[in-house]
Nanobody, 122 residues
Framework: QVQLEESGGGLVQAGGSLRLSCAAS????????MGWFRQAPGKEREFVAV????????YYADSVKGRFTISSDINKNTVYLQMNSLKPEYPAVYYC???????????????WGQGTQVTVSS
């Protein structure tokens, strides 16, 4: 069982930056790929980025490439999502997810956090 807790969400102006954090309660953090997803009201949850257990591999959605960076700190059991040049979009809840598979079928990660709200104002 892995528990995930996101933090760092909030209100930011368009063009600004925000860093999200996700702390994982597991003794085997390096065994899990950690991903970020987001979901706007009335829309399906969409994949944002994922990082492998030891941080050697990353993968991004095309919509965030060049603007978002995913990273991890094994010593702190924490994964981060640095978001730059934020666009005015519908409010979205950003979720952290974990799985032993880097890209599970259907992006069905096994463990999920409760999410953190991000709002970008124009």
């Amino acid at each position: 069982q892995v528990q995930l807790e996101e933090s760092g969400g909030g209100l930011v102006q368009a063009g600004g930056s925000l860093r999200l954090s996700c702390a994982a309660s597991t003794r085997t953090f390096s065994n899990y790929a950690m991903g970020w997803f987001r979901q706007a009201p009335g829309k399906e949850r969409e994949f944002v980025a994922v990082i492998s257990g030891r941080g050697g591999s990353t993968y991004y959605a095309d919509s965030v490439k060049g603007r978002f960076t995913i990273s991890s700190d094994i010593n702190k059991n924490t994964v981060y999502l640095q978001m730059n040049s934020l666009k005015p979009e519908y409010p979205a809840v950003y979720y952290c997810a974990a799985d032993t598979t880097f890209l599970p079928v259907g992006m069905k990660y096994r463990y999920w956090g409760q999410g953190t709200q991000v709002t970008v104002s124009s």
